[in-house]
């Protein structure tokens, strides 16, 4: 299956500060997903994206499916440590396709 | 809530030996997943699975690894002769018949090969 790539691969960055990180394709997509990883559990999706341009926020959590319909991106404000964990982008249409991962820490 | 489930949480097992993870997708989904972490990397995409046949695999998923949904419920991975290297977790995810939803993950099986 095709992946998706992001980037930035990892993050360190300081809490309270922002974080924001994008997933490309090659192909189109109809749906993009943002998932988190915590260490040890399985990903669980945040948000999802249904419509090329849309924005969607979910606490301080805010992504957007990309018009060209091959990208999305995610920011979270004000970083806090429990926001440590890998996060994912998916694509899906027909078929369901993964994002390679960005890693963020957030130091206290 | 409905939940993907995994099963064993983790298993250690001998090189050489036999494995099987096993899954219980959400009960009216149609399409299903599994993915491999190697610790600290990435999630890989192994195989995708619709009806009762796989529809997509990856590089990784080699003459090594079978799947099956024996009973309608379960979804099983089989990993036949282990290596050192398939240490990972493996994790199951399943999707409903729409198209452009979302897939939900299981918790993931840690398998230890020694």
């Known amino acids: 299956g095709q992946q998706l790539n992001q980037s930035p691969q990892s993050m360190f960055i300081q809490e309270g500060e922002d974080v924001s990180m994008n997933c490309t394709s090659s192909?189109?997509?109809?749906?993009w997903l943002w998932y988190k990883q915590d260490p040890g559990e399985g990903p669980v999706l945040l948000i999802a994206?249904?419509?090329?341009?849309e924005l969607t926020s979910n606490g301080r959590l805010t992504a957007q499916f990309g018009i060209t319909r091959k990208d999305s991106f995610l920011n979270i404000s004000a970083s806090i440590p429990s926001d440590v964990g890998i996060y994912f982008c998916?694509?899906?249409?027909?078929?369901?396709?993964f994002g390679t991962g960005t890693s963020l820490t957030v130091i206290p | 809530e409905p939940e993907v489930t995994q099963t064993p949480s983790h298993q250690v097992t001998q090189m050489g030996q036999e494995v099987i993870l096993r899954c219980v997708p959400i009960?009216?989904?149609?399409?299903f997943y599994w993915y491999r972490q190697i610790l600290g990397q990435k999630v890989e995409f192994l195989v995708s699975?619709?009806?009762?046949?796989?529809?997509?695999k990856s590089e990784i998923f080699d003459d090594q690894f079978s799947v099956e949904r024996p009973d309608g419920s379960n979804f099983t991975l089989k990993i036949r002769s282990t290596k050192l290297e398939d240490s990972a977790m493996y994790f199951c995810?399943?999707?409903?018949?729409?198209?452009?939803?979302?897939?939900?993950f299981g918790q993931g099986t840690r398998l230890t090969v020694v």
């Open positions: 994206l249904y419509k090329a341009g």
């Open positions: 192909s189109i997509f109809n749906t």
């Open positions: 995810a399943s999707r409903d018949r729409t198209s452009n939803t979302e897939a939900f």
């Open positions: 009960s009216n989904h149609l399409y």
């Open positions: 998916a694509g899906t249409g027909n078929q369901f396709y």
């Open positions: 699975f619709y009806n009762n046949e796989i529809s997509e």
